[in-house]
């Protein structure tokens, strides 16, 4: 069993050492741990689930009075829900390459869009989750969004033995629905019912993929990732789904008018240039209520397509015998903060659902500990007997899925950008951004955040335990073709190549 005694902290026991000395450990050769074929045929499978952009508007969550996802409410019951789960990133390309690498963004570099991990020097060797189960012995799929838009496909190294239909828009309107839309008017930046039926979404064929796969008895041990890219906009579902959730009676997140006020200034403009709208932008446009029944007609889309596979497993005669983990890259705000998407550090944008469905693991049960999708490498790692493979930064949840009231000495991290981070434990929510500004929220008497505590005196204590988690390493971020949109040049934050002074209006906020 992995190691989870707490010396195992953020605090990294590598602290001074040179890049190279951390990338010696990513790039330790999984063949050395190799398991031998014959103990390989004695391993469970895994089904590995990815949702995109999916918040806690799930049913056994409770993050929506209206949503209906009857196939991620049946998993919940088969094994062991996480209810407080955090991403490594609100972006999508670090968070999936932070749980596919067993690495934070702070110390592989990689906090936006892009680059992919194989298109840096310095990362293209390191063992991801599905290299490390083919060099155990595991047959190895994929389909739909595992990593981030169509990474994975590259012949050096193969990330998978055989791919299926790739992630996207299948059907789109003549014309955009939701109209032009501010940041440039993006295109995917859309929503709305245009009749569509299940068999005119991409994520329908990514399932019946998985499906086949199932019926047509995989070699075994075998890993099947299924990436479905829906409640990511364009937030285009079936009429059918729609019809679920009418537009006069959907009811609307609680959010609070000026909530941002005290919140410091790096809370608005310390992101990535992101296309979403702020949300006054839908109050005005009478958008508000249209989206938020599109993203949730496209939840209860996407937990059909999760109960079809399901479903397929049950049937192949493999259930038993296989590991599932369901899990989202990010949460997704819809008014919250007053804004639209992801990509901040609130609990709106960290907190994920996270499954666990198996032999060994409970039953019916909730654990409530703080974990990160980080632990999902280190986790599968143990419950499917592969060697132990030094240096990841996760932790194995197995005593967690094993009985789920054990507690855990760790809080989660969430990075979003250079040297911004989020600890979330039981309790709290603690911020803290490059500039040295901060946020404090009691998450158990204020669940919305919606009161900032870091002024006052009495939680000066609380403040003082919570920094000494926050990443000792933050490593320079390696950018790719995507400018950030935050940097510092002697210590004045800069938008976009432009200054941004004390009292000064940020662009776009």
């Not at 062991?80 to 963004?105: E, K, M, V, W």
Request: aromatic share 12%; charged share 20%; glycine share 8%.
């Amino acid at each position: 069993m992995r190691s989870c005694e707490p010396n195992h902290r953020i605090k990294f026991p590598w602290k001074g050492l040179l890049w190279a000395s951390i990338s010696l450990f990513m790039t330790v050769s999984c063949k050395e741990n190799t398991a031998d074929d014959r103990g390989a045929q004695n391993k469970p499978n895994v089904l590995f689930i990815a949702v995109d952009d999916l918040n806690d508007w799930v049913g056994c969550l409770k993050g929506h009075p209206q949503v209906q996802t009857p196939n991620i409410d049946r998993l919940a019951a088969m094994g062991t829900l996480f209810t407080n789960a955090h991403t490594q990133s609100p972006i999508c390309n670090p968070s999936r390459t932070s749980l596919l690498t067993g690495y934070r963004p702070s110390t592989t570099g990689i906090y936006g869009l892009s680059p992919w991990i194989r298109q840096v020097p310095d990362l293209k060797n390191m063992v991801t989750i599905p290299q490390y189960f083919s060099a155990n012995g595991y047959a190895t799929y994929a389909t739909g969004k595992i990593f981030h838009g169509g990474y994975g496909k590259g012949k050096d190294p193969v990330e998978f033995d055989r791919l299926g239909p790739a992630s996207g828009v299948k059907t789109a309107p003549p014309a955009k629905l939701a109209g032009e839309t501010p940041g440039g008017n993006n295109p995917w930046v859309d929503w709305g019912d245009f009749g569509l039926k299940k068999e005119d979404i991409q994520d329908y064929d990514i399932a019946t993929w998985a499906v086949d796969v199932l019926k047509n008895a995989p070699e075994e041990p075998y890993f099947l990732g299924v990436g479905f890219f829906l409640p990511h906009v364009p937030l285009f579902a079936p009429t059918e789904h729609f019809k679920k959730y009418p537009n006069d009676s959907v009811v609307m997140p609680p959010t609070l008018a000026n909530d941002r006020a005290d919140t410091p200034r790096s809370s608005w403009y310390n992101h990535w240039d992101v296309p979403e709208p702020r949300w006054k932008w839908f109050r005005e446009k009478k958008q508000d209520t249209l989206f938020v029944q599109a993203y949730l007609a496209s939840i209860s889309f996407v937990d059909d397509q999760v109960g079809r596979v399901l479903d397929a497993l049950a049937v192949s005669g493999q259930q038993d015998n296989t590991i599932i983990v369901l899990w989202s890259d990010h949460g997704f705000h819809l008014g919250e903060k007053e804004i639209s998407g992801k990509n901040t550090l609130w609990e709106r944008a960290t907190r994920v659902p996270l499954i666990f469905s198996g032999k060994d693991i409970g039953v019916g049960k909730r654990c409530s500990e703080p974990v990160e999708l980080l632990d999902i490498y280190p986790t599968l790692n143990e419950l499917c007997g592969l060697p132990s493979k030094n240096g990841l930064e996760g932790h194995s949840l197995v005593p967690q899925l094993t009985d789920s009231e054990t507690p855990r000495p760790w809080p989660a991290i969430t990075t979003n950008n250079w040297n911004n981070h989020a600890v979330r434990t039981n309790d709290w929510r603690y911020i803290r951004y490059a500039d040295g500004s901060e946020e404090l929220y009691d998450t158990k008497t204020d669940p919305n955040e919606w009161e900032n505590l870091i002024g006052s005196p009495v939680h000066r204590s609380v403040v003082d335990s919570l920094r000494q988690w926050l990443p000792e390493q933050n490593h320079s971020p390696y950018v790719g073709n995507y400018q950030r949109v935050l940097e510092y040049k002697d210590s004045v934050p800069v938008w976009q190549g432009t200054p941004i002074r004390p009292g000064e209006p940020v662009p776009g906020f």
